[in-house]
């Protein structure tokens, strides 16, 4: 483990902020609940034991290794759940160059792709700390019943991974699935080195113990000397402004950008103090974003194994959260968009409105101002903070249409500003919080588009194509009463539309 880069020299180790850092980087190795103050002192104390997992996870192994030989003969694995649920083992099992399909979207399109395996070859697997998100319970339906309707036992092909005494740890038990239990006391984005990132890794083959004994590893060394972890708070904290660019180029650990962006976006987004990942695609200079990378050349560049970044940016996290005076723990604001999702189904319905937009280019409908695309985003990019980001939210296939993320990089070229991209609904488990209780000074364009299918979800009175409008529109709701600029483009015609959006954005 070792840090590097070109903010090295405004590290100031004399700073009584450094000192105060220290001295919070002690108590948090004792546990200490209230080093973020009264108000989150109730939540910390039952969020804190994420800093024993790299030894109490070992606890697991043997379940592990049962787990591992049962579905050994299952080639495919899927793996449903959202946020830190799915991050965590998506970058695992792509550093280890493992075979997992991440179900972490209720896009039918995406969705499709998850139930084309070989039925009687294919273990599920359902994270969820409640068993209430509606992602999660509307995907575990839809296997149970496809397991079913294939003359298979689902509880031969499922595994759920949830809270002890949860109500989807009860419904399973009762109805004979294999269950693990996570603890309770780790919060979602602090759950990698969980059950929550441990199943899933151990299913698709990879030594979750050798994980541990890394994390332990790195753990063990900054307690007896803390200057690398108070070092990256420093910086994170004192030194870099709202803007934080991270890359996975050149460090063989992709996906780690995207688990990163979660955990600083949704712990240190509110109160308007945050600090926001702009995950981008390879290390790019830029003086109003402090860069963060794990290879090669940056501001900050953190050099250590996959478990040990884990752990690193968890503590790191936890000291930053102190440092800006804010509770890293909570997500005050993620009920907001699903709320508002719950009341659309409401009025709904279960049958999807129709909507007419104001103006049409091609295949591209265009809700809000602008009468062609190209007039459309003249119009929004001069409407955006002079300090501010863009946020683009994608509620698409994010395996058949990923050309969509390269609207990101292009944006950001053109107007010189941070621009962030994320996959929807996944990002309202992630960058969600800090759209609604980070820096007020966000640009938001949704991209939706007319599935070419749509799938029931079981017990429901609606489908995911339902759902998912519901979502992206519900989100649009909770920004729009906050007055954020927010344009929305859906594509009737998905590839056209792309074509047509990345060939706009090139001309502005």
């Known amino acids: 483990m070792k840090i590097s880069g070109h903010a090295i020299k405004y590290i100031d180790r004399s700073d009584v902020r450094y000192v105060a850092l220290t001295q919070v980087h002690a108590r948090l190795a004792k546990k200490d609940s209230t080093i973020w103050g009264p108000a989150a002192q109730a939540e910390a104390s039952v969020r804190l034991n994420w800093i024993d997992l790299p030894e109490s996870s070992r606890d697991l192994l043997p379940a592990l290794d049962a787990l591992y030989a049962k579905h050994r003969d299952k080639g495919n694995v899927v793996l449903c759940g959202m946020g830190g649920s799915s991050l965590g083992p998506e970058v695992i099992a792509q550093s280890f160059k493992k075979k997992l399909f991440i179900l972490d979207s209720t896009d039918p399109d995406y969705v499709a792709h998850a139930l084309k395996g070989d039925l009687a070859k294919t273990v599920v697997v359902v994270s969820s700390k409640s068993g209430s998100t509606i992602e999660t319970a509307s995907q575990r339906a839809l296997f149970e019943d496809a397991f079913t309707q294939a003359g298979l036992a689902p509880h031969n092909h499922m595994v759920i991974v949830t809270d002890p005494d949860s109500p989807l740890d009860k419904q399973s038990r009762a109805a004979g699935f294999t269950v693990i239990n996570a603890d309770p006391n780790v919060g979602g984005r602090f759950s990698v080195l969980s059950a929550f990132g441990l199943v899933p890794s151990a299913l698709i083959g990879v030594d979750v ?8 590893d790195a753990k063990t060394a900054f307690l007896k000397d803390p200057t690398l972890v108070v070092d990256i708070a420093y910086l994170l904290a004192y030194h870099a402004g709202q803007y934080l660019s991270y890359t996975d180029d050149g460090s063989a650990m992709p996906g780690l950008s995207d688990w990163a962006e979660q955990l600083v976006a949704e ?14 695609e390879k290390a790019a200079s830029n003086p109003n974003v402090f860069s963060v990378a794990y290879a090669g050349s940056a501001d900050l560049v953190v050099e250590a194994d996959l478990a040990a970044q884990f752990i690193i940016w968890e503590w790191v996290t936890a000291l930053v959260g102190a440092a800006l005076e804010l509770d890293p723990f909570n997500q005050p604001n993620v009920t907001e968009a699903k709320e508002q999702t719950s009341a659309l189904l409401k009025e709904w319905g279960g049958v999807l409105p129709v909507f007419t937009a104001p103006h049409t280019d091609g295949a591209v409908e265009i809700f809000g101002e602008g009468v062609d695309l190209a007039n459309s985003l003249k119009l929004f990019t001069q409407g955006i903070h002079k300090d501010g980001y863009v946020a683009i939210m994608a509620y698409l296939d994010r395996k058949d249409e990923a050309r969509i993320s390269e609207i990101r990089s292009m944006l950001s070229e053109k107007i010189g500003k941070p621009v962030t991209f994320g996959w929807g609904p996944r990002f309202l488990h992630s960058t969600g919080q800090f759209h609604k209780g980070g820096q007020q000074n966000g640009s938001f364009l949704q991209i939706t588009g007319t599935p070419s299918t749509d799938i029931a979800i079981p017990g429901q009175i609606f489908g995911f194509k339902t759902l998912v409008a519901a979502q992206a529109l519900g989100d649009g709701k909770a920004l729009a009463s906050r007055k954020y600029p927010l344009l929305r483009f859906n594509l009737t015609n998905r590839s056209a539309g792309i074509d047509q959006l990345l060939d706009a954005v090139k001309k502005i």
Do not use: E
């Open 209 to 216: 113990s050798i994980l541990l004994d890394n994390a332990s």
């Open 267 to 280: 712990s240190t987004g509110k109160n308007q103090v945050g600090r926001l990942p702009v995950v981008i």
